[in-house]
């Protein structure tokens, strides 16, 4: 759980810097807290979805889900 979380935060802090934002920004634009940035982008494993999806939704990033056989 702790290396898909790290993987969510990378994908958001590349994105983040590929688009020029800063964190303040990202977060004034997703309406979540800086904090919650920092967290998300340092793999945070507990952090809220709904958060989540509002930044992953202004990086113009998708979250999808996959099955395990």
Same mark, same amino acid.
């Given at each position: 759980?702790?290396?898909?979380?790290?993987?969510?935060?990378?994908?958001?802090?590349? /994105?983040?810097?590929?688009?020029? $934002?800063? /964190?303040?920004?990202?977060?004034?634009?997703?309406?979540?807290?800086?904090?919650?940035?920092?967290? +998300?982008?340092?793999?945070?494993?507990?952090?809220? +979805?709904?958060?989540?999806?509002?930044?992953?939704?202004? $990086?113009?990033?998708? $979250?999808?889900?996959?099955?395990?056989?």
């Amino acid at each position: 759980m702790e290396e898909t979380a790290a993987k969510l935060g990378i994908a958001a802090r590349l /994105q983040r810097r590929s688009l020029g $934002l800063r /964190q303040e920004e990202l977060a004034d634009l997703a309406g979540v807290s800086i904090r919650f940035i920092h967290s +998300l982008e340092h793999g945070k494993p507990t952090v809220r +979805l709904d958060k989540v999806l509002a930044v992953y939704a202004v $990086l113009g990033l998708e $979250l999808g889900a996959t099955t395990r056989t």
